[in-house]
């Protein structure tokens, strides 16, 4: 690693950062470990607004963390109102562009008044604290105002991404029971419409308890309408007409709910076939992505924060919602594709808005550099200060690019690490302090204490590859797995007793640096995006034709990992081509288009165990060299795995 470059702060950033030089992250890391209660508790008081003051800081009875108990605090009116009643008021909370050039900016007032009007029409409707909705929407400024109006009366919120299909959407609504969804016609995607309310109605088929769903008209389209069901948002809203109802209706209030109330439950993928829906409950959730966005996005009162990520994924949650509104800043949201109309959109916005911070996934960024520099370099990227990247490792190539072509040299950029189960940024250099290696994520922050350990929960010693584990706890951690404590304790708690189980191999240098290799377990990472093996295995199975399946990721130029299918079928006469065409479209209707196989191995029998399982490693070794190598002492017949290794990727 000694050859490797590596990147000091420049003078100019480290002059206008936060925290400055390595002395002063030492001190706060070394004052959160020494007494993480008096640490968060001094920041929760200064950093968040409170109803009613928390009477304790944390209460840990592993795995179960409350933190602030005793506090009356509400997520709405620490994003919202509370800077619409500062000199925030005429600042931008969200700077938005559609897809096809629209354009709207919302300030903090507008924005409170705009939460409030829908958070009205929910209560209106009969829904209280404690129901549950889901959000199935494009990227538009109202799935954040959707979202914002639940937290407001303590209707826990999950957001389903517009990409998952009517199925995934169903599996989802029945495991929340929630009772209404907020939707809208489409959204636009590639110049095309992503038709939201068909899918709802069709995932509506099988959830009789939905009572409500309420459409926002973005598209125009026609759409069903199923009469007592569905309301039209607009029609809601035309009810506040006149002084009196408009002023009654803009200042409902905030709930005063308890520091643990749960704020959402956005699902993800494990290990199994069921993805998991993962709680996040408000103070302690509100306290850690806010403080992120000023030890790690640096965030200053100035800034234009561009987090690329859909709402519907846990970076759009934390760092499009939450964090940056907590922490009173301006946010850009794009609702569309970055290829569209041309590969010059995401340089065209940061111009148009003098973006300051720009957040994004390496596979967006490979997908970039493939169509050269041109692009970015057609645009005023000036404005620019600070880059992040999220979701997967970062390849060096990939972060020389970033930092040359679009920071200009100038810009450091963060390499964030943390999961949907973290709730915000865990391991990521403070801009203004650390060095940065390409490809790491560098050091924890204020109040992590990570490690790598064996399969006994030793710790392997620097350089060399072990489990990552979190030893604390931390304020935003998940609390449970929705309706399933026994899996949250399994999954996350049992491996290493008493820390937290990331399912993430890592390496830590000589430095201290942590560098995240992958996941251990059978969850792939598709464009930043967690998909389980089992999930597509399950989907697959499903098809009336096949047998068996098994998934595996396959290493790709540009996604990171690809979906690879390998499918047994049931007697029968089937076309290969055909039939392989016909389950990558299978799956993308089960599941979503974005979990659709790149390719589809037809095959006789898949390589087994002696007692049964998979042999998954095989199956991506296979895919990776087109051979075998390894123990395969185990393996029930060795044929399969000859016979495998001789297809070749275009089969
Ligand atoms: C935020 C998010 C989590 C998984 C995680 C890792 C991988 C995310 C990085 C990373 C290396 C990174 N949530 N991952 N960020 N690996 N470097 N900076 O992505 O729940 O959807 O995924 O993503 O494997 O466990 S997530």
């Known amino acids: 690693m000694s050859d490797l470059k590596i990147y000091p702060p420049s003078a100019e950033f480290v002059a206008r950062a936060n925290v400055k030089g390595m002395d002063a992250y030492r001190e706060l890391y070394d004052r959160a470990r020494q007494d993480p209660p008096k640490f968060w508790s001094e920041l929760a008081s200064q950093e968040l607004a409170w109803f009613r003051p928390f009477a304790q800081t944390l209460e840990w009875d592993p795995p179960n963390a409350k933190w602030f108990t005793g506090g009356k605090i509400n997520a709405c009116y620490n994003c919202v109102d509370r800077h619409a009643a500062s000199e925030r008021k005429t600042k931008p909370a969200i700077i938005w562009e559609g897809e096809p050039g629209d354009q709207r900016i919302i300030t903090y007032e507008e924005l409170q008044r705009?939460?409030?009007?829908?958070?009205?029409?929910?209560?209106?409707?009969?829904?209280?604290?404690?129901?549950?909705?889901?959000?199935?929407?494009?990227?538009?400024?109202?799935?954040?105002?959707?979202?914002?109006?639940?937290?407001?009366?303590?209707?826990?919120?999950?957001?389903?991404?517009?990409?998952?299909?009517?199925?995934?959407?169903?599996?989802?609504?029945?495991?929340?029971?929630?009772?209404?969804?907020?939707?809208?016609?489409?959204?636009?995607?590639?110049?095309?419409?992503?038709?939201?309310?068909?899918?709802?109605?069709?995932?509506?088929?099988?959830?009789?308890?939905?009572?409500?769903?309420?459409?926002?008209?973005?598209?125009?389209?026609?759409?069903?309408r199923k009469e007592g069901r569905d309301l039209w948002w607009h029609e809601q809203d035309e009810q506040f007409s006149g002084a009196q109802l408009v002023q009654m209706a803009e200042t409902c209030p905030a709930e005063e709910l308890d520091s643990e109330h749960p704020l959402f439950v956005l699902y993800t993928s494990g290990t199994t076939g069921k993805p998991k829906g993962i709680l996040h409950t408000t103070a302690g959730y509100l306290l850690q992505t806010s403080m992120t966005m000023k030890w790690v996005f640096d965030l200053q009162e100035d800034d234009v924060f561009w987090c690329t990520a859909d709402v519907g994924w846990v970076t759009g949650h934390s760092y499009v919602v939450y964090g940056p509104l907590t922490a009173g800043a301006s946010v850009v949201m794009y609702e569309g594709a970055p290829d569209y109309p041309a590969f010059d959109r995401f340089w065209q916005i940061v111009e148009k808005y003098k973006v300051t911070v720009f957040y994004t996934s390496p596979t967006a960024i490979r997908a970039l550099i493939r169509q050269g520099d041109k692009w970015p370099e057609a645009h005023d990227l000036s404005s620019l200060r600070l880059l992040g990247s999220v979701g997967e490792p970062i390849n060096p190539a990939a972060w020389e690019w970033f930092h040359r072509v679009i920071g200009k040299g100038?810009?450091?950029?963060?390499?964030?690490?943390?999961?949907?189960?973290?709730?915000?940024?865990?391991?990521?250099?403070?801009?203004?302090?650390?060095?940065?290696?390409?490809?790491?994520?560098?050091?924890?922050?204020?109040?992590?204490?990570?490690?790598?350990?064996?399969?006994?929960?030793?710790?392997?010693?620097?350089?060399?590859?072990?489990?990552?584990?979190?030893?604390?706890?931390?304020?935003?951690?998940?609390?449970?797995?929705?309706?399933?404590?026994?899996?949250?304790?399994?999954?996350?708690?049992?491996?290493?007793?008493?820390?937290?189980?990331?399912?993430?191999?890592?390496?830590?240098?000589?430095?201290?640096?942590?560098?995240?290799?992958?996941?251990?377990?059978?969850?792939?990472?598709?464009?930043?995006?967690?998909?389980?093996?089992?999930?597509?295995?399950?989907?697959?199975?499903?098809?009336?034709?096949?047998?068996?399946?098994?998934?595996?990721?396959?290493?790709?130029?540009?996604?990171g990992q690809a979906v690879c299918a390998f499918v047994t079928l049931k007697k029968g006469d089937w076309d290969h081509t055909a039939l392989g065409k016909e389950l990558r479209q299978w799956v993308a209707h089960e599941i979503g288009p974005f979990a659709r196989p790149e390719e589809i191995r037809f095959t006789d029998a898949l390589p087994k165990t002696r007692s049964g399982k998979i042999m998954r490693r095989l199956l991506r070794e296979i895919i990776a060299s087109n051979g075998v190598t390894g123990d395969v002492t185990t393996l029930e017949d060795l044929t399969v795995v000859t016979a495998l290794a001789s297809q070749h990727d275009d089969d």
């Open 114 to 224: 705009l939460v409030s009007r829908f958070a009205t029409i929910l209560r209106q409707l009969g829904y209280k604290t404690g129901d549950r909705a889901v959000i199935y929407m494009p990227m538009i400024p109202e799935a954040v105002i959707a979202m914002l109006a639940c937290a407001r009366l303590g209707i826990p919120h999950s957001v389903v991404f517009g990409g998952f299909s009517a199925e995934a959407l169903k599996a989802r609504i029945q495991d929340l029971d929630a009772w209404v969804v907020i939707t809208a016609d489409g959204g636009w995607r590639r110049g095309k419409e992503v038709r939201l309310k068909d899918a709802v109605d069709e995932a509506l088929l099988e959830c009789p308890d939905v009572r409500n769903v309420i459409v926002y008209r973005r598209t125009g389209s026609a759409i069903p």
């Open 410 to 559: 100038r810009c450091p950029i963060a390499d964030t690490w943390w999961q949907t189960e973290t709730g915000a940024i865990m391991i990521a250099p403070m801009p203004g302090v650390v060095p940065l290696k390409p490809g790491s994520a560098t050091l924890p922050l204020p109040g992590i204490i990570p490690d790598i350990v064996d399969t006994r929960g030793v710790p392997v010693g620097d350089n060399r590859e072990g489990f990552l584990i979190i030893r604390e706890p931390w304020p935003s951690m998940v609390r449970t797995i929705w309706g399933d404590p026994k899996r949250f304790e399994e999954q996350y708690w049992s491996r290493v007793p008493g820390a937290y189980f990331t399912g993430d191999a890592a390496r830590r240098d000589e430095n201290g640096y942590i560098w995240v290799l992958g996941r251990v377990d059978d969850v792939m990472n598709v464009s930043g995006h967690r998909l389980s093996t089992m999930e597509i295995e399950s989907a697959l199975v499903h098809h009336p034709a096949v047998a068996e399946a098994a998934v595996v990721g396959k290493p790709h130029e540009i996604t």
